[in-house]
């Protein structure tokens, strides 16, 4: 029996406390939050775990494997790095943490203690996204061409990142996991309309080594909720639409071919391909859980997670990457290779 400990429980942390304490193999040991009335409403939930406000109590518990971390993004790396100091495989929320140069730390950290290091990248652990990647995987989009994506609604404001460090890593870390070449630079522009400092509004561009293309709009500031990806392709095109609850995926054949040979512009006919539109069949199951079983089974085998550290440190990179551009009028802003 893996005991858990989990910091946090605002918004987010309550669903990992909910699906670790489905599973079989882990108790949630101790909840921890600083916020005495969060903690009193975990306890009338949970009463089989501790509840303290003070995470050294989780730290100093030789009975804790392992931490799952839910806190806001800026003290991600001060827990994460306690943690594995003190010998326990942590699950810290998305993003990793507040910078390339924390990540690339609690990654060493990590390999150096030997203990398992994900990161919340849900959307990974979506039969959807999965769905998606086979159905790209197996050609039958042909080239991608561009992905874009669109991740806007009313809030939540957050206080220390910007909406792209908040709703962004989602979209990335779907778009790394599926695009099979490497992020080479960045464009992001951006406005903060709420919170001064604080861009409540990005526009993001990422360009790959092998010309592919991706555009990511994030908004705290728009009357609908809308979480939709769209990947055009040389054949056919998918939209992903996470709303829905039954048709998230529609595959559209449309494409647009150009003429192998022409000489003049007179010539050249552009010819439109409208064909049909289905929906595959996906079976639905909570991301949080598969993901929350995922880092069991990594702690228990010693395999290396999904959203893993280098996978989380790619996302942070193109999230700093932004916010270099969105400082510099959203020029473009390379990627650096990590040493
Ligand atoms: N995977 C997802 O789909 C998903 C969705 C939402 C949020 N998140 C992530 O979850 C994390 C938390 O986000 P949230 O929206 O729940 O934030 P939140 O502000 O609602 O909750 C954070 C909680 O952490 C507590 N806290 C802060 N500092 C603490 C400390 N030092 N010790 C103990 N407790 C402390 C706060 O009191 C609060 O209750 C973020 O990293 C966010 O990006 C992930």
């Excluded at 100093?60 to 392992?66: K, S, T, Y």
């Excluded at 993001?204 to 909720?225: C, E, H, R, V, Y």
């Excluded at 391909?273 to 079983?293: T, V």
Aim: charged share 25%.
């Amino acid at each position: 029996m893996l005991n858990i400990g989990i910091v946090g429980c605002g918004y987010w942390g309550p669903n990992l406390i909910r699906n670790f304490n489905a599973l079989k193999e882990c108790r949630v040991k101790t909840i921890c939050d600083i916020d005495k009335d969060r903690l009193a409403r975990m306890k009338s939930l949970y009463p089989g775990s501790e509840t303290v406000t003070d995470f050294d109590v989780i730290v100093n518990d030789p009975e804790i494997h392992a931490v799952a971390i839910a806190t806001p993004v800026h003290m991600h790396f001060e827990l994460a790095k306690k943690s594995l100091e003190a010998g326990k495989h942590i699950l810290i929320e998305k993003p990793m943490a507040s910078s390339v140069e924390e990540c690339v730390q609690l990654k060493k950290l990590a390999e150096k203690n030997k203990l398992t290091l994900m990161v919340g990248h849900t959307f990974l652990y979506s039969q959807t996204v999965r769905k998606i990647k086979e159905i790209i995987k197996a050609g039958d989009l042909g080239r991608i061409l561009y992905i874009s994506a669109r991740r806007l609604n009313l809030g939540l404001f957050q206080k220390d990142i910007n909406v792209a460090w908040d709703l962004a890593p989602h979209d990335i870390s779907i778009i790394l996991n599926i695009m099979e070449s490497e992020p080479v630079s960045v464009n992001c522009q951006g406005k903060a309309n709420v919170h001064e400092g604080i861009e409540d509004i990005t526009n993001m561009t990422i360009n790959f080594q092998d010309k592919g293309f991706a555009t990511i709009k994030s908004s705290w500031l728009d009357p609908n909720k809308i979480r939709e990806m769209t990947f055009v392709g040389s054949k056919r095109m998918l939209v992903y639409n996470d709303i829905e609850p039954n048709e998230k995926v529609k595959i559209y054949d449309k494409r647009v071919e150009t003429p192998p040979h022409y000489d003049t512009f007179g010539e050249f006919q552009h010819s439109y391909h409208y064909g049909d539109m289905y929906s595959p069949y996906i079976k639905q199951d909570e991301p949080l859980k598969i993901e929350c079983q995922h880092f069991l089974d990594c702690i228990k085998t010693g395999d290396t997670p999904i959203s893993g550290a280098e996978e989380s440190l790619r996302v942070v990179q193109i999230l700093e990457a932004s916010s270099t551009s969105l400082k510099n009028g959203g020029n473009k802003t390379e990627i650096k290779k990590i040493p």
